[in-house]
């Protein structure tokens, strides 16, 4: 499979689970109200990542602007939901790819780029042509569609998504996608299959795998507690998962029932024992 393949699946759209049917090759735009060619919010290295994808030059993140979820909770709304960012090209991608490359970062972390899955196909096709050898980040969602992912075989080194919940009733509530839950580990199963356990090399960083993260949201523990047990006993007993506390109540999380406020230190904590008493390995 290759980028032809996704822009296949581009229109009319059917990248997502939400398979809206919108011909963005014509100029029409689906949920995600987002044109064909990517935009680009920002790019650069990054340190705010995971330990293993930042090493000592940053993890090299292109933000794409746009979303196919649209959280009402969602930390970073101006990107998002706002949608800011220039139009760009796959080709100029690529350039870009190869500067984060030259400047010394570890890896190229395409952020939120499920809507853009075509042109990210594209942009990593061709920088491989130009000698990028660095590890490619798929760092979605989660709500992805499994022909998207099988397309993307062969192309992506690490895939990094979100389990967000897997309660259909408070993924339509907060996420606007009733079919999360199954789509999500539909699709976290066959990246495992795809690329494995995260591996990371001597010196601390991840070079190919699966790695999942998981944000804890309040008063949401059993919730939790499913994540972790699908990650044991579906992906694989040595996954490698951040529980990750930096839940705040952005944009409208004030909406939603019960998420007005952070995770206390003990959600947090207590989600994290239970994984690791499960077995998983735990981001740093």
């Known amino acids: 499979m290759s980028a032809e393949a996704l822009r296949a699946l581009a229109g009319p759209c059917r990248l997502c689970p939400r398979r809206c049917g919108a011909l963005r090759d014509r100029g029409e735009t689906g949920f995600c109200k987002m044109p064909l060619e990517p935009v680009v919010s920002c790019a650069g290295p990054h340190f705010g990542e995971e330990p293993v994808l930042v ?8 933000f794409l602007a746009g979303c196919n979820l649209l959280c009402l909770f969602c930390q970073n709304y101006d990107i998002s939901h706002e949608r800011r960012g220039e139009r760009t090209s796959p080709g100029r991608m690529a350039r870009v790819m ?51 992912i099988e397309a993307l075989e062969g192309l992506v ?54 790695l999942v993260r998981h944000l804890v949201m309040p008063g949401m523990a059993e919730d939790g507690k499913a ?4 990650l044991a006993d579906e992906v694989s007993p040595r996954a490698f998962v951040n529980v990750m506390g930096q839940y ?30 499960r077995g998983l390995r735990l981001s740093d």
């Open 248 to 277: 705040r109540p952005r944009h409208r999380a004030g909406t939603i029932p019960g998420c007005g406020v952070p995770p206390t230190a003990g959600e947090i904590g207590a989600l994290k024992e239970y994984a690791a008493r």
């Open 55 to 62: 090493g000592e030059g940053g993890s090299g993140t292109i």
């Open 157 to 210: 080194d690490i895939y990094m998504p979100d389990v967000k919940t897997l309660d259909a009733g408070w993924a339509q509530a907060a996420l606007q996608a009733i079919s999360y839950p199954e789509a999500v580990k539909a699709a976290v199963i066959r990246m495992q299959r795809q690329v494995g356990d995260l591996e990371i090399s001597e010196d601390g960083i991840a070079k190919r795998g699966l």
């Open 98 to 148: 190869l500067k984060l490359q030259e400047i010394g970062c570890a890896n190229v972390n395409f952020v939120t780029p499920t809507h853009f899955a075509h042109a990210v196909a594209e942009a990593i096709e061709l920088a491989r042509g130009a000698d990028l050898s660095i590890p490619v980040v798929y760092n979605c969602g989660g709500f992805e569609s499994v022909e998207a």
């Open 227 to 230: 994540v972790v047990d699908f």
